[in-house]
């Protein structure tokens, strides 16, 4: 039963958005990553026919108790695997709705007119394609080393370096076993997508961290410098915050929380392999941090990243943007909005980036609105990162100052980020920064990102 409630993790993370499939695989601490691996891909490619099999068979309304994701896993083995490996009350449970399934899968073939059930699955062939564009992004961890001793050790297991890409286009012509230095992130490297790294001795010994690029954006237009004190208000599974302390240099102190206890033990280990210290991990919801404890007095950064509906993840099938009811995008908004508004409300902040990965104006810009209004001008947004391709929606003026990624835009997961800081006493509170603070802002704060480093005299651990 282990590896079923393990893939049923997976599929949960993968909903909330905490990473791609093979991070959270290789990070659920399950010992047989191979065998759980081609579950929940399995699992994910019929993920659309599961879904209208649990609902035509109407077996989450027979077991209430019964988590959607795990009836999917177990639903697959049962009907499409090699049947349930597991004993006990789920074996007897899937069996006892198994005449009644496998009656919906025979009604859903006659209705698709198929005779196979790979026929059944033509409609997931566009999240394939999405999923197969995206390259492998590898952030060099500068905790442990630098960016240089990376390629070098990439260079002496085969690998060619092409040097640092000129445009998406390069990106996307990438093959083989050739790499590229990104055009926008200074210690983002880009390999094909079909690269796998989670076995190389860099991923394990916590070099390089296996994180999309849309995903390094948050941490990296926070920026804090060094010493700083941060919040990573809904910090599972981790990554953005081992980038924070990278940023940080090890410097300054972060606050960590994720009120799920099996994540922040996730991201405890995560955290230990990256090398980081000075974070304090807290099991706690954030909403519940009280934003007057001396403990606090010190925080000037706020990376908050809550719960969405999820919908910028190529992974996601079809199907799910569908069931996505009205009822539940209000209720993520209403939650975001909550949350935002209760980071704001920490005394010393005075930048924040407020990031998801949906592709919803109601999770985006229209949460970012809505809380600029309840504060007036106390904050206001910054454009940063000027030659980013993709803009906030016009849904508001200033709306542009915002970020958006995309699949075919920008080569990565769907996602959104918004950069807002406090006003200084007695100013008016503009959408964005004038054109002459963002000539002297630091890279992050209006400006383009920093130019890759230049080769360093002094290493940090090479990697032989």
């Not at 282990?2 to 695989?25: F, I, M, Q």
């Not at 004993?87 to 859903?108: D, I, N, S, Y």
């Not at 993709?390 to 990624?405: D, K």
Request: aromatic content about 6%; overall charge positive; hydrophobic content about 40%.
């Amino acid at each position: 039963m282990a590896l079923y409630r393990a893939a049923a993790a997976v599929l949960a993370g993968l909903e909330r958005g905490e990473g791609g499939l093979k991070s959270l695989v290789y990070n659920s601490g399950f010992p047989h990553v191979r065998q759980l691996y081609a579950l929940v891909s399995e699992t994910l490619r019929y993920a659309s026919v599961l879904e209208k099999l649990l609902d035509g068979a109407a077996l989450l309304q027979a077991e209430k108790k019964l988590a959607p994701q795990l009836a999917k896993v177990l639903v697959y083995d049962l009907l499409f695997g090699k049947g349930l490996k597991c004993g006990g009350r789920w074996k007897a449970l899937a069996r006892r709705h198994r005449a009644r399934l496998e009656a919906e899968l025979a009604r859903m073939k006659v209705r698709h007119k198929v005779s196979r059930n790979e026929d059944l699955l033509a409609p997931e062939k566009a999240v394939s394609a999405a999923a197969s564009q995206i390259p492998r992004y590898v952030r060099v961890n500068t905790l442990k080393t630098c960016v240089d001793d990376v390629i070098d050790f990439f260079k002496r297991q085969g690998y060619a370096y092409l040097g640092k890409a000129a445009s998406v286009e390069e990106l996307k012509a990438l093959s083989g076993k050739k790499f590229l230095l990104d055009l926008h992130l200074p210690e983002l490297l880009v390999f094909p997508s079909q690269t796998d790294l989670h076995d190389n001795l860099l991923y394990t010994s916590g070099h390089i961290i296996l994180q999309d690029k849309a995903s390094c954006l948050p941490a990296f237009l926070l920026s804090p410098v060094a010493g700083s004190h941060v919040i990573d208000a809904c910090a599972a599974p981790g990554n953005k915050t081992s980038h924070l302390a990278a940023i940080l240099k090890n410097k300054g102190q972060i606050f960590a929380f994720d009120v799920d206890p099996k994540r922040v033990a996730t991201m405890n280990t995560l955290l230990t392999r990256a090398g980081v210290t000075g974070c304090q991990l807290a099991q706690q919801d954030f909403l519940t941090v009280d934003p007057r404890d001396p403990k606090y007095s010190r925080v000037t950064h706020i990376l908050l990243d809550p719960s969405c509906s999820g919908s910028g993840m190529v992974t996601r099938r079809p199907g799910e943007e569908a069931a996505l009811s009205a009822e539940r995008l209000q209720a993520l908004a209403g939650f975001q909005r909550r949350v935002l508004n209760h980071a704001l409300s920490f005394p010393a902040l005075r930048r924040l980036v407020y990031s998801t990965c949906s592709l919803h104006q109601e999770e985006n810009e229209d949460v970012v609105q809505a809380v600029l209004q309840e504060w007036g001008s106390a904050f206001r947004l910054v454009t940063a990162f000027p030659s980013w391709p993709c803009r906030g929606l016009a849904a508001f003026c200033g709306a542009e100052s915002c970020l958006r990624a995309s699949p075919a835009e920008t080569l990565t997961h769907g996602f959104f980020v918004a950069v807002l800081e406090r006003c200084k006493e007695g100013a008016a509170g503009p959408s964005s920064l004038p054109a002459a603070a963002k000539e002297n802002s630091r890279p992050g704060e209006g400006m383009e990102p920093r130019a890759a480093p230049k080769k360093r005299n002094k290493k940090k651990q090479r990697v032989r």
